[in-house]
């Protein structure tokens, strides 16, 4: 297993992250000791580079994470995210950019978190009713004052990327990219290889689908993906998809990897400015994912990845209500 570096803008990470989300929330029961072996094992891997939120949880994933690092801080490249507003029980407020919780949120971070700085902190998602620019200078501040060492958005338009970028350098762009999710190549990815801003692609296994390991019926009750909200792992919508995941699946027997080590080795191919974070809560998923890095794809094989799964091929949206995604 070989963990190298790569850039995101001026911030050194490890090629690849981890997501803690799932640790907390949303998909299945959670287990915060599993949560936390998983952190250390990732840490002995060389996968430095974490991936958590205040929402997560609510705020219980920035907790857990805290711990983790506890007494290893120096070797993490910590990323937290404010912006969806809950309340402890876990109640949705609704998208918040307003400059005086931008301050607040990020102090409730660090506080959780137990660290004086936060090395990547993002803006979950854009507020259409709060001018960018205005959401972006609080976070400035933040910089300023030492809280934050570099500022990231997720899920943002390209028209938003260059307002932001205009205010403050960003440093990266997280949002969700896969061989299931291409959209963002058109003009998201140009305005971030212009601006010289890194892409972190959430979701690069499809939330799970890309693995192989989602069947029917494969998801326990309590996982929020068996709902309506997730078009493509429901319905026809899985029974379509499942179809593609099989064409990976032996490409990938041909390589002599995973369908899922298959799919990350095709994000990582896509730039040395591509820093994907799977998330697991399992060590040994985790170690299934970082042997992606010494999975080398040809040019043949990324053809034959494109015929396999075009980009129109994906039936569903990405999520069942997409308006909270900046266009």
Known sequence: MTIQKRQLGDLTVSTMGLGCMGMSEFYGSADEQQGIDTIHRALDLGVTFLDTADMYGPFTNEQLVGKAIAGRRDEVQLATKFGNERRPDGTRVGINGKPEYVRAA??????????????????????????????????????????????????????????????????????????????????ILPVLRELGIGLVPYSPLGRGILTGAIR?????????????????????????????????????????????????AWVLAQGDDVVPIPGTKRVAYLEENVGAADVELTADDLADLDAAVPRDAVVGDRYGDMSSIDA
């Not at 971070?109 to 609080?138: F, N």
């Open 216 to 264: 029917p019926g494969t998801l326990s009750e309590d996982d929020s993906r068996n709902s309506a909200y997730f078009p493509r792992l429901n319905g026809e919508g899985l029974e379509a998809n499942l179809a593609l995941v099989d064409k990976i699946t032996a490409i990938a027997d041909e390589k002599g990897a995973t369908p899922g080590q298959l799919a990350l």
């Open 106 to 187: 990020c102090d409730a971070s660090l506080q959780r978190l137990g660290v004086d700085h936060i090395d990547l902190y993002y803006q979950h998602r854009v507020d259409k009713a709060v001018p960018i620019e205005e959401t972006v200078g609080a976070m400035a501040e933040l910089v300023q004052a030492g809280k934050v060492r570099h500022l990231g958005l997720s899920e943002a338009s390209a028209v938003n990327i260059r307002k932001a970028h205009g205010t403050h350098p960003i440093t990266a762009l997280q949002t969700e990219y896969s061989l299931f999710t291409r959209d963002l190549e058109d003009e």
